[in-house]
């Protein structure tokens, strides 16, 4: 059984930067894929950006260049650099972890960006 922490989020005004950090603990596999998933009020659950073991890394359409996303494998920790936040980046921020058919998902962060 994997557990994923996250934290990091916040209030921020339009501009501003975050960063969340999400730190699996349990059995999560040699070679694995940790992300981050967000959600809007209303819509659905996207992907904001992955990155494997081996630290290739997959972003969401228009989110590379404002997000970077690393990790720590001695620390099992994953991270999301949030630059110039705009308020349509306002959600609940998932973090995930995939290894073979298993995924697991945190609890998530909110995120809150004011105009």
């Known amino acids: 059984q994997v557990q994923l922490v996250e934290s990091g989020g916040g209030l921020v005004q339009a501009g501003g930067s975050l960063r969340l950090s999400c730190a699996a603990s349990?059995?999560?596999?040699?070679?694995?894929?940790m992300g981050w998933y967000r959600q809007a009020p209303g819509k659905q659950r996207e992907l904001v950006a992955t990155i494997r073991s081996g630290y290739s890394t997959n972003y969401g359409d228009s989110l590379k260049g404002r997000f970077t996303i690393s990790r720590d494998n001695a620390k099992n920790t994953v991270y999301l650099q949030l630059n110039n936040l705009e308020p349509e980046d306002t959600a609940v921020y998932y973090c995930n972890l995939r290894y073979g058919p298993r995924s697991y998902w945190g609890q998530g962060t909110q995120v809150t960006v004011s105009s």
């Open positions: 349990g059995s999560s596999g040699g070679f694995n894929e």
